[in-house]
């Protein structure tokens, strides 16, 4: 069979890259730069060189297939030209999932998020949760925008498409924030003696088992159907805890909640329109503290036999990956300035809220 996969130079889509052509599909992958093409060649598939705004390069792409797994994705938090998310994970996904369709595709894989559910506030969530704002994010506002206005609708109207929904993904290779803290966590190079929010939550799962969870949907899933693809669900205080015991290295981070964070948001909204933040700082970062983005992967484990690797396993493989990388770039000396100006404004605010009240 011939399977056509965009994002398949990403994070997620190089596995399932690599996996289809390993179950002898033959693979073609959308690629819009000499970087993209070399990535997909490498892990198997023949590249057709175009970006999702170009039609013809999806038809092309398309043409005589029997499977499109649509992969590609916006995901920066904190990232000020958001307009891109509107771009890709709106304007693409309609693209590719309405040509799918038009072209009488026998199945079609759109790879959504958790995130469409936003803070679930502790519950974790089923296929069935449903949460329509506010966002914390615009990774979080243009995905579910993809996910209802157009994934859900094109289904209604007859499309052969089933949803997977990943939750918090980490791997070798993560470039998120999550591997970014996890990298700096290895080296210690954390920008901060503290660890913000360490009570938000996300449910954790390898890269290549949520690429074996995506293909699993599209050889045993239900059209029409949706299927979370999530791990165990940790809070990022536990989390990091977790780091220091596989690896050995001190945990020498103070927990500081997520409500005390938050008291210097509109501080950091201002700065941010003067000057962009690093990412740990940004406005958008700050409104997921304390957050929990969970949800139960049940379904998929019962309908589709999805069996991910334990979180032990799969962390322990991901550290050693890191240390084998370069070390990141000491920028400490700037982003702890920034760090403690952040904290010292929060207590700061939090003082003068608890002076407020007791008037």
Not at 184 to 198: I, S, T
Not at 279 to 296: C, K, L, P, Q, V
């Amino acid at each position: 069979m011939i399977a056509f996969v965009t994002g398949g130079s990403g994070f997620i889509g190089q596995h399932i890259v690599r996996k289809l052509v390993a179950r002898g599909y033959t693979v073609r992958a959308l690629a819009r730069s000499e970087q993209s093409i070399q990535l997909v060649e490498q892990a198997g598939a023949t590249a057709v060189q175009g970006d999702l705004n170009d039609r013809e390069a999806l038809a092309q792409g398309m043409k005589n297939c029997g499977l499109v797994i649509h992969a590609a994705a916006w995901y920066k938090i904190g990232d000020r030209d958001w307009t891109t998310a509107e771009v890709v994970n709106v304007a693409g996904t309609r693209k590719v999932l309405r040509l799918a369709y038009e072209l009488d595709i026998p199945k079609i894989i759109y790879v959504s998020t958790v995130g469409v559910f936003g803070d679930t506030h502790g519950q974790l969530a089923d296929e069935n949760y449903y949460h329509e704002g506010p966002f914390a994010t615009e990774y979080e506002r243009t995905k579910w925008i993809a996910h209802y206005r157009i994934a859900v609708p094109l289904i209604e109207k007859g499309a052969p498409l089933s949803i997977v929904m990943p939750g918090g993904v980490y791997g070798p290779g993560d470039h998120s924030l999550i591997g970014e803290l996890m990298r700096r966590f290895y080296y210690h190079r954390l920008p901060f003696p503290f660890v913000p929010g360490p009570e938000t939550t996300l449910t954790y799962a390898h890269v290549a088992d949520i690429a074996e969870g995506v293909i699993l949907a599209a050889e045993k899933g239900k059209i029409g159907e949706s299927y979370i693809l999530a791990g165990p669900a940790v809070p990022l205080g536990e989390m990091v805890r977790f780091w220091s015991q596989v690896t050995g290295k001190p945990m020498a981070l103070i927990p500081v909640p997520a409500s005390l964070i938050k008291l210097a948001l509109p501080l950091v909204e201002v700065v941010n329109q003067v000057m962009p933040l690093p990412g740990i700082y940004s406005a958008e970062t700050m409104r997921t503290m304390g957050a929990t983005y969970i949800g139960r992967a049940d379904k998929a484990r019962a309908d589709l036999g999805w069996q991910p690797r334990s979180l032990q396993a799969g962390m322990l493989e991901t550290l050693g990956a890191v240390a084998t990388e370069a070390p990141p770039v000491d920028a400490r000396a700037r982003e702890r300035k920034l760090g403690v100006l952040v904290l010292l404004t929060a207590v700061v605010l939090f003082f003068w809220w608890r002076w407020r009240r007791s008037k």
